[in-house]
């Protein structure tokens, strides 16, 4: 996957927005994609950030009851959202096992889980070296992105 230059800050300021839990900041981002493909891109990028976490967090796949206790962390973490455990569950599942979110979620429920669970994500990773910023590790995450091979 290349990551988009033109969506890249965006997605960056989303996760900047959810990490400091500043609901204004994400509703101004969130509404300041040129248009629809740079939205969808944006999207992507961030799908493709959640799953690389996760699977780096848990070296692979992680299991059903790995995923519920991981969404639930979430859930309580991220209470401001009012994403709920089963919603990240669901939303994690989907992400992990190659699921459209279409059938799952509206595209304002997607597009919160997307953001709010890869932000978190990306905040509390065990990943992050000591001494180093999640936007340091989101540097790695993208670089190693970019260079998988396309599926």
């Known amino acids: 996957m ?18 400091k839990r500043d609901e204004d900041k ?7 994609f040129p248009d629809d493909d740079s939205r969808l891109k944006g999207l992507h990028l961030a799908l493709a950030v959640c799953g690389f976490v996760v699977h780096d967090a848990y070296d692979g796949k992680p299991t059903p009851d790995e995923i519920r206790l991981l969404a639930d962390e979430i ?16 939303f994690l599942d989907a992400v992990l096992h190659g699921k459209s979110l279409t059938p799952l979620f ?46």
């Open 26 to 32: 994400l509703d101004a981002v969130l509404n300041s």
């Open 106 to 151: 509206d595209p304002v429920s997607a597009t919160m889980l997307t953001y709010v669970v890869t932000g978190s994500l990306l905040a509390s990773s065990t990943k992050i070296r000591k001494g180093e910023w999640w936007f340091n590790y989101l540097d790695r995450v993208e670089a190693a992105i970019e260079a998988a091979p396309e599926r």
């Open 75 to 90: 859930s309580s973490m991220e209470q401001w959202s009012a994403l709920s455990g089963a919603q990240v569950t669901e």
């Open 2 to 19: 290349i990551v988009d230059d033109r969506v890249e800050p965006l997605v960056r300021e989303i996760f900047g927005a959810v990490v």
